[in-house]
């Protein structure tokens, strides 16, 4: 079975101290492992998407890697403008859209 | 407009009520999603529709009825609902996918601000 497992639940960072979130995920066959932003009270926010193991993608203050059986969002001196839940989700190959969620990374960046 | 929206934002209904979430997508997309989103829990995938034809539906409860109407619009019809069932609902658009599509696809899904209903 497709399935998505994040940790830590939740994380405490002061401003500017680094650290990683991650996504462990079995799945028959990967076409893309995708990283949202979720505000509370609103969607989720398009992050990142990967394909292969050893891609990476940068944003900002973020760099998403990927290998065969988890992916890492790295935060690098992080601001309380990054506070938010990550959400991470995988797509199998196959003909349909569908996506597998984690439960997300609550991160709490303090001044 | 930009990007995906929902309408109405909240919706407080009882449980003999039938109400309806309303989602419109202005990104060029032919595929569209319902998403449940509960405190603790996983984004879970209720319904998806692309190119106007419904390509899955993961045992929702019929009580929830979805209804696409053409590429850019999409309708969650809700009846007799259940305490239970308050939660975010979100509504999502992406590029359909074809069924040999490759790997790099692309498949980016794109979410509106969600429905927060609570069922007294």
């Known amino acids: 079975e497709d399935q998505v497992t994040q940790s830590p639940e939740a994380l405490r960072l002061q401003e500017g101290e680094s650290s990683s979130l991650n996504c462990s995920y079995t799945v028959s066959g990967l076409r893309g492992l995708f990283w949202y932003r979720q505000d509370p009270g609103k969607g989720p926010e398009f992050l990142f998407t990967?394909?292969?193991a050893g891609e990476e993608k940068e944003k900002e203050r973020l760099k998403a890697t990927l290998t065969k059986k988890e992916s890492f969002l790295h935060i690098t001196a992080p601001k309380p403008e990054d506070s938010a839940t990550y959400l991470c989700?995988?797509?199998?190959?196959?003909?349909?859209?569908?996506?597998?969620f984690g439960t997300g990374t609550l991160l709490a960046v303090q001044p | 407009e930009t990007g995906v929206t929902q309408t109405p934002r909240h919706l407080v209904m009882g449980m003999t009520n039938k109400k309806s979430l309303k989602c419109e997508q202005h990104?060029?997309?032919?595929?569209m999603y319902w998403y449940k989103q509960s405190a603790k829990k996983p984004l879970e995938l209720m319904f998806v529709?692309?190119?106007?034809?419904?390509?899955e539906n993961n045992s929702v409860p019929s009580r929830f009825s979805p209804e696409c109407p053409n590429s850019s619009h999409l309708f969650l019809h809700l009846h007799t609902l259940q305490p239970e069932d308050s939660a975010l609902y979100l509504c999502?658009?992406?590029?359909?996918?074809?069924?040999?599509?490759?790997?790099?696809?692309?498949?980016?899904?794109?979410f509106g601000p969600g429905t927060r209903l609570t069922v007294l």
């Open positions: 990104l060029g997309h032919n595929a």
């Open positions: 990967l394909y292969s």
């Open positions: 999502a658009s992406s590029h359909a996918l074809s069924p040999g599509g490759n790997s790099r696809s692309y498949n980016e899904q794109f």
């Open positions: 989700a995988v797509q199998a190959r196959g003909a349909t859209n569908k996506l597998i």
């Open positions: 529709y692309s190119l106007e034809e419904r390509v």
